[in-house]
């Protein structure tokens, strides 16, 4: 895998060297419009770049550092989280990370066996889970390797670390129906996701266990304008908007029954803000609450829970598991961290926060 260098960010952005350099340090004090910033990291890390002290430690026998497959950005809050605690985690004790396009497997376990890499760790995401050709390799080469978030089964030969979204679920509507909520409207998007799938079952099977009806609304979000947003955030600027028409056209149903007992549960804590937009204009004393964290704080806005997933854990946890997998001895874990209750009676700790999904 050769190593990308500045100039290739430069020929591919069009734009000069030192424009790519100002871009991606931190500490440079050249002011670059906000957009062509954005477009010159997001284009680094496409292409895999890493910087030149790290990319010398990785041609070192003993590199003392970790590959992390994502192919999603990091400008999704959720993978953010993710990988910044997979970064504390490898700090404290003394390694690196280097974040890898998540189609690059191959190389990525050929620098395993090299030594560039100590170790991979691949982030799952909706159904990408690990694929067959990296499973086979991994075992087959013994590269120490960990899996987050990839719903993965008991029988792999590596450390695992998943979310439990149906207990995210259970644990949610249990507690609005403790709070004397006897329907739920579930806002949720038309996708094919695992994570939504098992919202989705849990959903019905926690609203009939608890005695709740439950009236579904979409939020028009699909695949295909999932995949366009991923790559072109203004491609959603009328989705919220799309929210409310949606939420418009199902008042009557809504509002028909007594709103004092009526949650409005969104899947996505992307969408809460337009629901809690909609719920606060009917006046009708509506409570929401999401399946994930979203962007209000419950501290501050009234009758708003979240399930959270601890996120930042995930990664400091992901950190652990590899350093220990390259000791051939060690044997693989199973993880399953559970979603926490953010009703605004208390601040969630700063590593326990996610993203809007």
């Not at 985690?89 to 050929?110: P, Q």
């Not at 991994?138 to 030969?157: I, K, Q, Y």
């Not at 804590?269 to 994930?292: C, H, I, K, P, Q």
């Not at 652990?320 to 209750?341: E, M, V």
Request: aromatic content about 4%; charged content about 25%; glycine content about 8%.
């Amino acid at each position: 895998m050769s190593r990308i260098t500045l100039k290739d960010i430069a020929t591919r952005a069009g734009v000069s060297v030192s424009t790519v350099s100002y871009a991606l340090n931190d500490q440079s004090t050249v002011v670059l419009a906000s957009e062509t910033k954005t477009r010159i990291r997001m284009l680094a890390r496409t292409l895999g770049y890493v910087p030149n002290g790290l990319a010398r430690s990785l041609q070192a026998r003993s590199s003392r550092t970790i590959g992390v497959l994502l192919n999603k950005p990091l400008t999704t809050p959720r993978y953010a989280e993710i990988a910044q605690g997979l970064s504390e985690g490898l700090a404290a004790r003394g390694f690196h990370l280097a974040l890898l396009d998540g189609d690059s497997a191959d190389n990525c376990v050929e620098d395993a066996r090299g030594g560039r890499l100590e170790g991979l760790v691949f982030i799952g995401h909706d159904d990408h889970e690990v694929p067959a050709d990296l499973a086979r390799a991994v075992v087959e080469h013994r590269v120490p390797f960990t899996a987050l978030d990839c719903g993965s089964t008991a029988d792999t030969a590596w450390a695992t670390i998943d979310f439990d979204y149906a207990a995210g679920v259970e644990e949610l509507i249990s507690h609005l129906r403790e709070e004397g909520v006897t329907r739920i409207v579930h806002v949720l998007p038309q996708v094919t996701s695992r994570a939504d799938r098992v919202r989705t079952t849990a959903m019905a099977a926690a609203t009939s266990s608890h005695g709740l009806s439950c009236l579904p609304v979409s939020t028009g979000m699909t695949d295909d304008l999932l995949t366009r947003l991923e790559s072109d955030p203004s491609a959603g600027s009328d989705y919220s908007v799309d929210i409310t028409r949606r939420l418009d056209e199902a008042a009557a149903a809504i509002l028909a029954h007594d709103t004092d007992t009526t949650a409005l549960v969104c899947s996505w804590g992307a969408d809460v803000e337009a629901v809690y937009r909609w719920a606060a204009m009917t006046d009708a004393g509506l409570r929401v609450a999401a399946l994930a964290g979203g962007q209000l704080d419950p501290r501050l806005w009234t009758r708003l829970t979240y399930s959270r997933l601890p996120l930042r854990r995930a990664g400091e946890i992901a950190a652990g598991l590899i350093i220990d997998a390259r000791d051939p001895g060690t044997r693989a874990s199973r993880i399953t961290l559970a979603p926490t209750l953010d009703t605004g009676g208390r601040s969630p700790r700063a590593h326990d926060t996610e993203g809007p999904r």
